[in-house]
Each structure stands twice: as structure tokens, then as C-alpha cells.
Nanobody, 125 residues
Framework: HVQLVESGGGSVQAGRSLRLSCDVS????????MGWFRQAPGKEREGVAA???????MYGDSVKGRFIISRDNAKNTLYLQMVSLKPEDTAMYYC????????????????????WGQGTQVTVS
């Protein structure tokens, strides 16, 4: 009964910024694991970021220092602020949610998310 819808993608020049949003319908508890993934054509899905219930986050090595994940529980929205975008950031970006908490041991990509959005395209040139 949970639905995720991403928005905010687009085409930008290298070095610019974008903020992606993931609107959540249905009930999400505060301790649900929420994350962002991306997938470029012909490549494996890559974990970008995940956020814990206390607001702390984990990031993939390729985006550390450039991307920030956050969640607004009042608006039921997950965000990914992306700065200093690079051409290699070009991908379809997906948000994901799961009823179990994020864990450090699972890391960015190890958590098995139950719910996924349709994705929003980010193109950097």
C-alpha cells in the first residue's frame, strides 16, 4: 500500500546542482529505512545513500561529500540534494523504502527494500 514517486530530475551542466524528491503515499514509520539508488544503462544498480531513523546517513563512495540525503516526516518526503554534479552521475535515480531499519552492516546496497519508485532521470553533461 506504499507508493513512491520521484521528481526533480533533469539535464544539467557539470558542476551544477539538483534536488530530487520522493513523495511517499501510505504510512511510513520513522524507523523505516529509506534510500536512493541509481542505475546507468548497461550498469548494475548502485546504492547512493540511505538514511537512518535518527537522521544519520550512509553514502556511496562516489557521492560522499557531494550528495545529502534527508527526510521530512511531516511532508512524507525523501530528498537527495546533489551538488557538484559530474557526468558520471548520469543515471536513473530511484528512491526506496523498507519497513525494517537501515543497518550499518547492510550498508548502502545490502538492504533489501520492499518498495521502489519509478525513477527520475538525471543527465549531467
Amino acid at each position: 500500500h506504499v507508493q513512491l514517486v520521484e521528481s526533480g530530475g533533469g539535464s544539467v551542466q557539470a558542476g551544477r546542482s539538483l534536488r530530487l524528491s520522493c513523495d511517499v503515499s501510505g504510512h511510513i514509520d520513522r524507523n523505516w529505512c529509506m534510500g536512493w539508488f541509481r542505475q546507468a544503462p548497461g550498469k548494475e544498480r548502485e546504492g547512493v545513500a540511505a538514511i537512518f531513523d535518527d537522521g544519520s546517513a550512509m553514502y556511496g563512495d562516489s557521492v560522499k561529500g557531494r550528495f545529502i540525503i534527508s527526510r521530512d516526516n511531516a511532508k512524507n518526503t525523501l530528498y537527495l540534494q546533489m551538488v557538484s554534479l559530474k557526468p558520471e552521475d548520469t543515471a536513473m535515480y530511484y528512491c526506496a523504502a523498507d519497513s525494517l531499519p537501515c543497518t550499518v552492516t547492510a550498508g548502502i546496497s545490502g538492504h533489501e527494500y520492499e518498495y521502489w519508485g519509478q525513477g527520475t532521470q538525471v543527465t549531467v553533461s
